[in-house]
């Protein structure tokens, strides 16, 4: 397993440093937006999506990535190249997210010259990535599932009770590979509900009810909402990949609560409702 893993991120690492320098080749330098930069200040490159690469091709600068879209660099401080003009080439920085590529060059700065301290990656700065079928982003992610979740609820038959929680599928989306769930489960003690998991698999459907029953597991790729206790109602929006299964078997929702009380509830959605789902 930790093999195979390996090896999909070499190939994936390939694949951006080809689709980079294809891009430099094909983007000339007056095309690249000029940076400035000193000692003294760090640069913060703010990505509207996850960073996937980044190559510093200059050997005075040094960068980091602190969280998954913000990128930061500065020049080293014990460089020994001259500093006579403020043009001073320090090099290409490429960055590349999951949809994009971005190259910009840096120069260093003379002490009276203003130096950014913050850049977001804009549209303009962008290079499409052409590297066939490319997953959607976390962020197109949320923007559909924020969709799903101003929408009116469509089903009405899709709903279970157990120990006082009932759960209610209240509309199913695709997109491209991805399939949307919204789901609320309702509270009707008074007694709050501590989620512990909302898990989802594919299970038989004879077997379905038993216990301690092994199924497919799917793990979803997005969840709208991250919430650990609620009173009354919770809903939320699933996306899991795209998947199909036999007629004799079912998709269960289960949701439990932390211990000591355990309660729990599942829901089963029919492949045939996916076959009916709205398409966004």
């Known amino acids: 397993m ?5 090896i999909i991120c070499l190939v994936s690492l390939f694949v951006f440093q080809a689709n980079a320098q294809e891009a430099a080749a094909n983007n000339p330098v007056s095309e690249r937006q000029k ?3 000193r000692e ?9 999506e996850p960073i996937q690469y980044v190559d510093i ?45 971005a190259q910009y060059d840096l120069h260093y700065a003379s002490q009276n010259q203003k130096v950014p301290t913050l850049l977001e990656i804009l549209p303009s700065d962008m290079r499409p990535l052409d590297i066939g079928t490319t997953p959607l982003t976390q962020n197109e992610l949320r923007e ?13 038959n899709l709903h279970n009770s157990q120990y006082g929680i009932t759960g209610y599928v209240n509309n199913i989306h695709t997109l491209d590979d991805y399939i949307f769930l919204d789901i609320t489960f309702a509270n009707e003690t008074n007694l709050k509900f501590d989620v512990d998991q909302v898990r989802f698999r ?8 038993a216990t301690n029953v092994q199924g497919i597991e799917l ?29 004799n078997k079912v998709l269960v929702i289960e949701l439990t609560e932390t211990q000591l009380s355990g309660r729990s509830l599942t829901l089963e959605i029919d492949y045939s409702d996916l076959l009916q789902a709205d398409t966004l």
């Open 2 to 6: 930790k093999t195979t893993v390996v």
């Open 35 to 37: 940076l400035y930069i």
């Open 40 to 48: 003294d200040i760090t640069l913060h490159f703010t990505s509207p």
């Open 57 to 101: 091709s200059g050997k005075n600068l040094v960068g980091d990535l602190p969280l998954d879209n913000v990128f930061r660099i500065k020049v080293l401080g014990d460089s020994t190249f001259t500093r006579h003009s403020a043009s001073q080439d320090l090099g290409v920085v490429t960055i590349i997210g999951q949809k994009f590529i």
């Open 144 to 156: 559909f599932s924020l969709e799903v979740y101003k929408q009116k609820y469509k089903i009405k």
């Open 202 to 209: 594919v299970e038989d459907k004879k077997i379905v009810k």
């Open 219 to 247: 793990e979803p790729v997005y969840t709208l909402f991250e919430k650990e206790t609620f009173k009354r109602k919770y809903r939320n929006i699933y996306v899991l990949k795209k998947f199909s299964f036999p007629n």
